[in-house]
Structures are given as C-alpha cells and as structure tokens.
C-alpha cells in the first residue's frame, strides 16, 4: 500500500490541474475520497467559422471540425483514490 500522504497530494494535483483545464466540481466526498468534475459545453459560433473557411479555401474547415467534435459535447469524470492508494481519473457517463 502506497503511503498515504503521497496519495493524497496527487489527487490534489491531479484536481488541480483539471480545474486549471476549465473543470469545475459537481461532487465531492472526503471519506473516500473521489470528485466528479463537469465541463459544460462550448457554443460554436458556426457564422464565423464558415466565413473563415471561405477565406482560407476551406483549410480552416480542419479547425471547424476539430472544434466541433471537441467542443460541444458536456463532459464529466470522477477522480479518485483506490483502495490501494492510486490516484485514477474516468469518464462518467451521462444521461
């Protein structure tokens, strides 16, 4: 078993750096210890993209495409410690 205090400072780390990242926290429980994290999703403004495609004879539509399969989806992962003290992130699945 991994020593505690290491553990708990990754998960901090951890934590950290997907609230730096733009998640913010929709649970969060210290006695075992995990969070669930929510990042909302992003409006695209299409207009402007199309135009921009336009301009560049269609290479931006690269950039359209990447935003739009990035962006517009709401994601939400779960963070925690196991019970051999290893920090672990997953995806949630939502409704």
């Known amino acids: 078993m991994k020593n505690k205090a290491h553990s708990t400072k990754n998960f901090s780390k951890k934590l950290s750096n997907k609230i730096k990242a733009g998640f913010k926290i929709t649970e969060y429980n210290t006695k075992l210890p995990y969070v669930v994290l ?5 409006n695209i403004n299409h207009n402007v993209h199309l135009v921009l495609c336009c301009l560049t004879i269609g290479i931006w539509s690269l950039v359209w495409v990447y935003l739009t ?7 939400e992962i779960l963070i925690a410690i ?3 003290g290893n920090v672990f992130e997953e995806r949630c699945l939502l409704n």
């Open 82 to 84: 196991d019970e051999d």
């Open 38 to 42: 929510t990042k909302e999703q992003k």
């Open 69 to 75: 399969l990035t962006h517009t989806s709401k994601k």
